[in-house]
């Protein structure tokens, strides 16, 4: 059981905009920077936000990040077949939890 | 270029202990924090625990306290992932990555180690 929040799954076709959700507490987002990660199984995860919306240099602006309250959420838009993979959230946690918590991860599908 | 390469895989009885290596590359060694997480099968990405190479501090998450231990060699620029009384359950893959900050985003990871034990 993971601290932070994520479906499962979610799915999009090509050029459309997906948004996965990742939720938190008070002592993890509510009170910390969320970071998004993306991992394509075989390989090794990238950095794909940090800071909650800030992105890495070679990062498409199709990725963007917003942080609301305990809760985080990842958009992309343009859908493309290679944007499938499995997209994890991650906070400093202030608790016992911590110190770094992250999300179950969702897997995405390019329909 | 800041480079993260770890050692290969392995294959290990139950009880036996598991030395893995994360040498880094193109920065100061001393400038980045070092984060160990596991992938077990068919699961997502857990943190195992960091150390600050300046100091060799190290924090661990509690499910991995005590089981693992977290240590750096300044001189070779290389971390090292060690377990100990390996169990059946420690089958995965175990990424290196490193932070700016002790609280910072995973900026570079390593190619990951598979890391089997089996009888």
């Known amino acids: 059981q993971s601290v932070l929040t994520q479906p499962p799954s979610a799915s999009g076709t090509p050029g459309q905009r997906v948004t996965i959700s990742c939720s938190g507490g008070?002592?993890?987002?509510?009170?910390?920077?969320v970071n998004w990660y993306q991992h394509l199984p075989g390989t090794a995860p990238r950095l794909l936000i940090y800071k909650n919306n800030q992105r890495p240099s070679g990062v498409p602006d199709r990725f963007s990040g917003s942080k609301s309250g305990d809760s985080a959420s990842l958009a992309i838009s343009g859908l493309q077949s290679d944007d499938e993979a499995d997209y994890y959230c991650a906070s400093w946690d202030d608790s016992l939890n911590g110190p770094v918590v992250f999300g179950g991860g969702t897997r995405l599908t390019v329909l | 270029e800041v480079q993260v390469v770890q050692s290969g895989a392995e294959v290990k009885k139950p009880g036996a202990i598991v030395k893995i290596s994360c040498k880094v590359s193109?920065?100061?060694?001393?400038?980045?924090?070092f984060h160990w997480l596991q992938q077990a099968p068919g699961n997502g990405l857990e943190w195992m625990g960091l150390?600050?190479?300046?100091?060799?501090?190290?924090l661990y998450a509690p499910k991995f306290r005590g089981r693992v231990t977290i240590t750096a060699d300044t001189s070779v620029d290389t971390a090292y992932l060690e377990m100990n009384s390996l169990r059946s359950e420690v089958t995965a893959v175990y990424y290196c990555?490193?932070?700016?900050?002790?609280?910072?985003?995973?900026?570079?990871w390593g190619q990951g180690t598979m890391v089997t034990v089996s009888s």
């Open positions: 150390l600050d190479p300046e100091d060799g501090e190290t």
């Open positions: 008070s002592s993890n987002i509510g009170s910390n920077s």
């Open positions: 193109g920065y100061t060694f001393t400038d980045h924090f």
């Open positions: 990555a490193i932070s700016k900050g002790r609280d910072g985003a995973f900026d570079v």
